[in-house]
């Protein structure tokens, strides 16, 4: 039973264009959620995190958006740049839990 | 700093055999994390270290050991090793202990397992 769904598996986009990446999950008892991002043949590295506490949280080009009362998580990336083309996990976890819940990820494209 | 580190790369086995991935971190953290993604299902934990001496099952621990060896080393073993366990291998640390809100994990690069 997958908690952190991300629906769609690819996306691509202009480069110097928004990219919008998305994820649902279905526990409510998620109360952090991260994005990693993956190169092939690499491990996933972290890239924001944001605390259900906020409904926000800006670093640079990312920004995460929340909705809790949806269950629902979104990266914002802008401009896009060729160098994000990666796959994006959305991840969430309950506060004192060691399990971190993965989605299947967004493979995106930017195309120069 | 070499971060988290693994071998082998990739390896490939015959159904029934044996062999220990090696996971090694140098960022002083307490927690040690094993996951494994397949296609279309994401990165699932098999076992976790909250802290050297312990060690705890995750989503999918059946047919895996592991061992704190360590504060620095993490490993996982496939005593009879099956086709089904034919997946992408990752190791992680965090520098937070079990209870916090912040679990910002560190991967690996991964290891290439094929049970044929």
């Known amino acids: 039973d997958q908690q952190v769904k991300q629906n769609s598996p690819s996306l691509s986009v202009q480069e110097g264009r928004i990219s919008i990446l998305n994820c649902d999950y279905t526990?409510?008892?998620?109360?952090?959620f991260l994005w990693y991002k993956k190169y092939p043949a690499e491990g996933p590295t972290f890239l924001i995190s944001i605390s259900s506490i906020k409904d926000k949280n800006e670093d640079g080009r990312f920004t995460v958006f929340l909705n809790k009362s949806a269950k629902h998580l979104s990266l914002h990336i802008v401009p896009s740049q060729p160098g994000d083309s990666a796959v994006y996990f959305c991840a969430a976890i309950k506060t004192g839990a060691n399990n971190l819940f993965f989605g299947t990820g967004t493979r995106l494209t930017v195309i120069p | 700093n070499a971060g988290v580190t693994q071998t082998p790369k990739f390896q490939v086995l015959k159904t029934g055999q044996s062999m220990t991935l090696q996971c090694a971190q140098d960022?002083?953290?307490?927690?040690m994390y094993w996951y494994r993604q397949d296609p279309g299902m994401g990165l699932r934990l098999i076992y976790y270290s909250a802290s050297e001496g312990t060690t705890d099952k995750g989503e999918v621990p059946n047919g895996y050991n592991v061992s704190r060896l360590n504060k620095r080393e993490f490993s996982l073993r496939l005593e009879s090793a099956a086709p089904s366990q034919t997946s992408v291998y990752f190791c992680?640390?965090?520098?937070?202990?079990?209870?916090?809100?912040?679990?910002?994990?560190?991967f690996g690069p991964g290891t290439r397992l094929t049970v044929l």
């Open positions: 992680a640390s965090s520098e937070v202990p079990s209870g916090s809100s912040y679990n910002e994990q560190f």
């Open positions: 960022m002083n953290h307490n927690s």
């Open positions: 526990n409510s008892m998620f109360d952090y």
